[in-house]
C-alpha cells in the first residue's frame, strides 16, 4: 500500500455498512416526497379537491409532516455515517493526512452518495406512485376521473430537497474536517449525547400541553372570530406548536424516567434504559418524529371511515329508495316512463309519490365582512330555502306534521346532522316572483331522512295556508317538484344507473350549479351591481358531461338520491380522495418505519461494544435478547401509541366539536377507526420482529426462534 489513496479506499470499504444505511435513507426520503408530491400536484387530484377546502389542506398539511420526517431522518443519517467516518478520518490525520489533503476525497464521497442515492430516488418515485396507483384501481375501484395525469412541474420539490440535503452534508462534512483533535476525531463514534433532565414533571406537563395545543389549535380560529370579529389570521395555527412540544416532553419523560413505578424493580431493564439515556438526545428526537408521523398517517387513515360512514349509515336509512327533484320549467321523466323503464329490468315500481315544492327566500339576520371585518346585520333576503307544505310532509313520511300558522319547522334527518346549515332565526319569507312576504318565526325541527343531507338545499315546512298565500304568482323557475318512490324486492344496479342518466338528460343549462349556489343571494348581488361570486371561477363546476366525477356526484344541486347508487358508488364517487389520503398514510407510515429501523440499527452500530462486554462478563443469551428487545420495542411501540392516541382523541373532539354531540355515523368511524388501529398494530409488530431478528443477527445474539430451529 503505497499512497494514502489506497488507505482512503481501503477504509472506506471497511465502513461500506453505514454508507449503504445512509445510502437507503436518502434513496428512501427522496423517493417518499417524490412519490406524494406527484400524485398531490397531479391534475387528477387537483381537479377533485376543492380550491381551499379542508381536504386539500389537510392533503398539504400531511404533506408537511412527511416532507419534516424524510428531512429529519436523512439528517439523522448523515450523521450517523459521520460518525462513523470520523474514525477513518483519525487514522488518516495520526498518519499524517491534514484536513486539506482529505476534504477533496471526503466531498468527492459524499457528494457521490447524496446525489446518487437522491436521483435514483426521485426515478424510483414515479413509477413507485404509479404502480400504487394501478393497484388501487385494479383491486378496489376504477372510474373515468382514477386516469392518473401528472404534472411535471411537481418535480422541483424532490430537486429542491435534494440540493438541500447536499448542502446539509457537505456542511456537516466541512464541520468535521474543521476538528484538530485526532483523539477526539477517533472517539467521535462513541460519544455519548445525554438528554437533559428536567425532572418527572416534565411528563405529566407534557400530556397537559398536547391535549391544550390541540384544543387551542383547533379551537382558536372560533374564539378569535368571535372576540375579534374577523377571520382568524394565520398565525393562529402557532398554537399546534404546544402540542408539538408538550410531545417533546412526554418523548423526554419516557427516555429519562420511563413511565412505571420502579421503586421495587428498580434494577430491572437497568442496561437498557441507561444505554438509551447515553443517547437520550437522538433518542428523544427520533421517538419525537416517528411519533409525529405516525399521526399523520392515522390521521390520513381515519379520514377514510370518517366521510364514508356517513354516506353509507344515510343511504341505509332513507325512507324510499329514489328521490328526485326539478324545476318547475323542466321537462321530466313521467311516472309511466320510469315504471316502464323499470320493468325492463324487472324492477317494480311501489309506493309512488309526486309533490311540489317552492323556493323562498329568507329573511334573517347573517354574519357578512366588511372592510375585513365581520359583523351580523340584517337581511331582507338572506338565502334560498326550499319550502313544503305541512301536508306535503305528511304525505311523504306518513307522519302527522303540524305547523303552527306564522311559523316554520326545518327538516334534518334522524342525527339532526344538518342543523349547522339550517336558516333558524329567520322572521320573513318572500316570494321572489312577486315580492310578496309573510312575517315568520322558527318553531323547530321535524325529522325525514330523505329530504335532509347537507349537499343540497335546506328544506323547510309551512302551514298549509301559509304555504297556499305564498305561493301565489310563483314564477316556474322558483317552483319545483318531486318524486319518490320504492321497489319491491330486490333493487337492480343497472336500473339506477339508466334513470340516474336518463334523469340528468332532462336538465337544462339553467341548473348546472352546484348545491350550495344560491339563486336569492345572486338576485341581492345583481341588485347591488355586483358579480355574484357563484358565477365565478371560484364556485365548484358541474358538468353534465361528466355525471359520474366525484364534483358532480356530491355538489349537483339536483342530484337523484338512490339508495343502491349511494351503497355501490360511494366508494367510486370519493375514489380520488380515499387514495390520495391512503397514499398519504403510506408515506408517512413508511417513513416513520425508515426512522425506527435506522435508529435500531444504531443500536448495534453504536453499542456493539457495550453487548460484547456483557458477553465476556458473562450475560446469557436470553438476558442480551431482553435488553435488545427493550429498546427496540420502545423504538416502535411508544410512537405509535402515541401518534394513535393523540389522533383518536383529535377526532373524538372534532366529532363533539361538530354539533356538541356524537350521532351514530361517528360511532361507526371511531369503532372502524379502532378496528384500523389494531391492523396497523399488528402490521408494525411484524415488521419490529423482522428488524429485531436482523439486530440479534448483527451482534452474534443466538435468537430464541434459531434456538428452537436447531433443537
Known amino acids: 500500500m503505497r499512497k494514502m489513496a489506497d488507505l482512503e479506499r481501503k477504509l472506506q470499504r471497511k465502513d461500506r455498512y453505514q454508507a449503504s444505511l445512509y445510502l437507503f435513507c436518502n434513496f428512501m426520503a427522496l423517493l417518499l416526497v417524490t412519490a406524494y408530491s406527484a400524485m398531490m400536484q397531479s391534475a387528477t387530484v387537483q381537479r377533485v379537491f376543492p380550491e381551499g377546502g379542508d381536504s386539500r389542506k389537510q392533503m398539504y398539511m400531511i404533506f408537511g409532516l412527511?416532507?419534516?420526517?424524510?428531512?429529519?431522518?436523512?439528517?439523522?443519517?448523515?450523521?450517523?455515517?459521520?460518525?462513523?467516518?470520523?474514525?477513518?478520518?483519525?487514522?488518516?490525520?495520526?498518519?499524517?493526512?491534514?484536513?486539506?489533503?482529505?476534504?477533496?476525497?471526503?466531498?468527492?464521497?459524499?457528494?457521490?452518495?447524496?446525489?446518487?442515492?437522491?436521483?435514483?430516488?426521485?426515478?424510483?418515485?414515479?413509477?413507485?406512485?404509479?404502480?400504487?396507483w394501478n393497484l388501487f384501481r385494479v383491486l378496489v375501484v376504477d372510474s373515468e376521473e382514477m386516469e392518473l395525469e401528472l404534472v411535471w412541474s411537481f418535480l422541483w420539490i424532490p430537486a429542491l430537497l435534494l440540493v438541500f440535503t447536499v448542502c446539509c452534508v457537505c456542511v456537516m462534512a466541512y464541520r468535521y474536517l474543521k476538528k484538530t483533535d485526532i483523539i477526539s476525531v477517533v472517539q467521535e463514534e462513541h460519544k455519548n449525547e445525554l438528554a437533559k433532565n428536567w425532572g418527572r414533571w416534565c411528563g405529566?406537563?407534557?400530556?397537559?400541553?398536547?391535549?391544550?395545543?390541540?384544543?387551542?389549535?383547533?379551537?382558536?380560529?372560533?374564539?378569535?372570530?368571535?372576540?375579534?370579529?374577523?377571520?382568524?389570521?394565520?398565525?393562529?395555527?402557532?398554537?399546534?406548536?404546544?402540542?408539538?412540544?408538550?410531545?417533546?416532553?412526554?418523548?423526554?419523560?419516557?427516555?429519562?424516567?420511563?413511565?412505571?413505578?420502579r421503586r421495587k424493580k428498580q434494577y430491572k431493564n437497568l442496561i437498557a434504559r441507561s444505554m438509551m439515556k447515553f443517547q437520550g438526545r437522538q433518542t428523544v428526537n427520533n421517538l419525537l418524529v416517528i411519533s409525529v408521523l405516525f399521526a399523520g398517517g392515522v390521521f390520513a387513515l381515519f379520514y377514510m371511515p370518517a366521510l364514508g360512514s356517513g354516506v353509507l349509515l344515510a343511504a341505509q336509512r332513507m325512507e324510499y329508495d329514489y328521490m328526485g327533484s326539478w324545476r318547475a320549467d323542466q321537462q321530466m321523466l313521467t311516472q309511466e316512463e320510469i315504471r316502464e323503464k323499470a320493468k325492463t329490468y324487472g324492477v317494480t315500481v311501489k309506493n309512488w309519490k309526486e309533490t311540489e315544492y317552492v323556493s323562498l327566500g329568507i329573511g334573517s339576520k347573517v354574519q357578512t365582512e366588511k372592510d375585513g371585518k365581520l359583523v351580523i346585520e340584517y337581511q331582507e333576503l338572506a338565502a334560498e330555502g326550499r319550502f313544503l307544505s305541512e301536508s306535503t310532509l305528511a304525505s311523504v313520511t306518513g307522519k302527522e306534521v303540524q305547523v303552527e300558522s306564522g311559523t316554520y319547522r326545518a327538516v334534518t334527518d334522524q342525527d339532526e346532522g344538518n342543523r349547522l346549515y339550517l336558516m333558524t332565526a329567520?322572521?320573513?319569507?318572500?316570494?321572489?316572483?312577486?315580492?310578496?312576504?309573510?312575517?315568520?318565526?322558527?318553531?323547530?325541527?321535524?325529522?325525514?331522512?330523505?329530504?335532509?343531507?347537507?349537499?343540497?338545499?335546506?328544506?323547510?315546512?309551512?302551514?298549509?295556508?301559509?304555504?297556499?298565500?305564498?305561493?301565489?304568482?310563483?314564477?316556474?323557475?322558483?317552483?319545483?317538484?318531486?318524486?319518490?318512490?320504492?321497489?319491491?324486492?330486490?333493487?337492480?344496479?343497472?336500473?339506477?344507473?339508466?334513470?340516474?342518466?336518463?334523469?340528468?338528460?332532462c336538465f337544462g343549462a339553467e341548473c348546472e350549479i352546484p348545491s350550495y349556489y344560491d339563486r336569492v343571494e345572486k338576485v341581492c348581488a345583481e341588485q347591488e351591481g355586483q358579480v355574484y361570486w357563484g358565477d365565478t371561477e371560484v364556485m365548484t363546476q358541474v358538468s353534465y358531461e361528466k355525471p359520474d366525477s366525484t364534483e358532480f356526484r356530491s355538489y349537483w344541486a339536483y342530484m337523484l338520491k338512490s339508495r343502491i347508487l349511494e351503497k355501490t358508488d360511494s366508494l367510486q364517487t370519493f375514489a380520488v380522495f380515499f387514495m390520495m389520503f391512503l397514499f398519504a398514510s403510506i408515506v408517512c407510515f413508511a417513513a416513520a418505519v425508515v426512522i425506527g429501523y435506522t435508529r435500531c440499527r444504531t443500536i448495534a452500530a453504536l453499542n456493539r461494544y457495550v453487548f460484547e462486554d456483557l458477553k465476556r462478563l458473562g450475560a446469557s443469551p436470553g438476558f442480551l435478547r431482553r435488553e435488545v428487545r427493550n429498546q427496540c420495542g420502545k423504538v416502535y411501540q411508544i410512537p405509535f401509541l402515541t401518534g394513535s392516541f393523540v389522533m383518536y382523541l383529535f377526532f373524538l373532539m372534532v366529532f363533539y366539536a361538530n354539533d356538541g354531540k356524537y350521532v351514530s355515523s361517528e360511532f361507526l368511524a371511531l369503532l372502524i377507526c379502532l378496528g384500523i388501529l389494531a391492523v396497523l398494530g399488528g402490521v408494525l409488530y411484524g415488521i419490529y420482529q423482522k428488524t429485531l431478528s436482523g439486530i440479534l443477527r448483527e451482534l452474534k445474539i443466538e435468537n430464541s426462534r434459531e434456538k428452537d430451529r436447531k433443537k
Not at 315580492?435 to 315568520?440: D, G, L, N, R, S
Open 66 to 132: 412527511t416532507l419534516f420526517g424524510c428531512i429529519v431522518f436523512t439528517l439523522y443519517a448523515s450523521s450517523l455515517f459521520f460518525r462513523k467516518k470520523s474514525r477513518q478520518m483519525g487514522i488518516l490525520m495520526a498518519l499524517g493526512a491534514s484536513a486539506g489533503k482529505l476534504a477533496p476525497g471526503l466531498f468527492r464521497e459524499v457528494l457521490f452518495l447524496s446525489t446518487v442515492s437522491g436521483l435514483a430516488g426521485i426515478a424510483g418515485g414515479i413509477p413507485f406512485v404509479s404502480l400504487l
Open 204 to 261: 405529566p406537563v407534557g400530556i397537559v400541553l398536547t391535549v391544550a395545543g390541540a384544543v387551542l389549535g383547533y379551537f382558536g380560529s372560533s374564539v378569535y372570530m368571535e372576540i375579534a370579529r374577523a377571520y382568524p389570521p394565520v398565525w393562529l395555527n402557532g398554537f399546534y406548536l404546544i402540542a408539538f412540544f408538550g410531545l417533546y416532553l412526554v418523548m423526554l419523560h419516557t427516555v429519562v424516567h420511563g413511565w412505571g413505578i
Open 426 to 505: 329567520g322572521d320573513r319569507i318572500t316570494n321572489m316572483s312577486t315580492m310578496e312576504q309573510i312575517p315568520v318565526s322558527f318553531a323547530g325541527y321535524t325529522c325525514c331522512n330523505m329530504l335532509s343531507d347537507r349537499d343540497t338545499k335546506s328544506v323547510y315546512v309551512l302551514d298549509d295556508g301559509d304555504y297556499e298565500r305564498i305561493v301565489r304568482g310563483a314564477e316556474e323557475e322558483w317552483r319545483g317538484n318531486m318524486f319518490l318512490f320504492q321497489v319491491e324486492g330486490e333493487d337492480s344496479y343497472p336500473f339506477a344507473k339508466d334513470l340516474f342518466y336518463s334523469y340528468v338528460d
